[in-house]
């Protein structure tokens, strides 16, 4: 009979470490994506009142430590770290800046940009997720499509995706995605 897998160990900071990472240390593991917002108000509306994450810590870094993280003088951030649930591990901080100026990125609202990423989460949930996107009035780049793979690969099911892309406050590029069975194929 075969060993179980080694549990992964999930620390209060929600980064997984140890085996999940096999038998090469130097190996990395994704701890989160982060976004420096202009409005953390706006941003928390946006993926906690819209998409429905939950917040689960909040803290304030202020002075010379807050601007050296970012190669900023002196300034004051003020962060929230989002999971799906609150016992998930963390998968999105937002950090707004505060005391030093930055410049913003221009994104365009009509096509996606090199360079430009995009946060990609999954729902059992398409309908109610669009429907409250709609609802709150984000900017859309693709409205809900559906699409079918018909062959399963080692990191993807087969199925029929159903996609739609919006911005954020920011303008970052946030995909709501569902994979739903295929049709049965008709005899």
């Given amino acids: 009979m075969p060993e179980p897998a080694p549990a992964v160990h999930a620390p209060?900071?929600?980064?997984?470490?140890?085996?999940?990472?096999?038998?090469?240390?130097?190996?990395?593991?994704?701890a989160r994506m982060t976004i420096l917002c202009r409005s953390l108000d706006a941003s928390l509306r946006f993926y906690r009142d819209t998409?429905?994450?939950?917040?689960?810590?909040?803290?304030?870094?202020?002075?010379?430590?807050?601007?050296?993280?970012?190669?900023?003088p002196p300034c004051h951030m003020r962060a929230a770290l989002l999971a799906p649930t609150p016992s998930?591990?963390?998968?999105?901080?937002?950090?707004?800046?505060?005391?030093?100026?930055?410049?913003?990125?221009?994104?365009?609202?009509?096509?996606?940009?090199?360079g430009q990423c995009a946060l990609v989460?999954?729902?059992?949930?398409?309908?109610?997720?669009?429907?409250?996107?709609?609802?709150?009035?984000?900017?859309?780049?693709?409205?809900?499509?559906?699409?079918?793979?018909?062959e399963a690969s080692d990191r993807s099911p087969a199925g029929l995706y159903r996609e739609m892309i919006v911005h954020d406050p920011d303008g970052v590029l946030v995909s709501v995605i569902q994979v739903d069975p295929l049709p049965a194929a008709a005899p």
Avoid: C
Avoid at 15 to 29: D, F, W
């Fill in 121 to 150: 989460l999954d729902t059992d949930e398409f309908d109610a997720v669009a429907a409250r996107l709609v609802a709150a009035g984000v900017s859309v780049l693709t409205p809900p499509v559906r699409y079918p793979k018909s």
């Fill in 51 to 72: 998409l429905g994450l939950a917040v689960v810590e909040e803290k304030t870094l202020s002075g010379a430590a807050a601007g050296a993280l970012l190669q900023l």
């Fill in 88 to 114: 998930a591990p963390i998968l999105l901080g937002l950090f707004e800046v505060s005391g030093t100026p930055m410049d913003a990125i221009e994104v365009r609202r009509d096509q996606p940009l090199y």
């Fill in 12 to 30: 209060a900071h929600g980064y997984p470490t140890g085996p999940r990472r096999g038998h090469n240390p130097a190996m990395l593991g994704f």
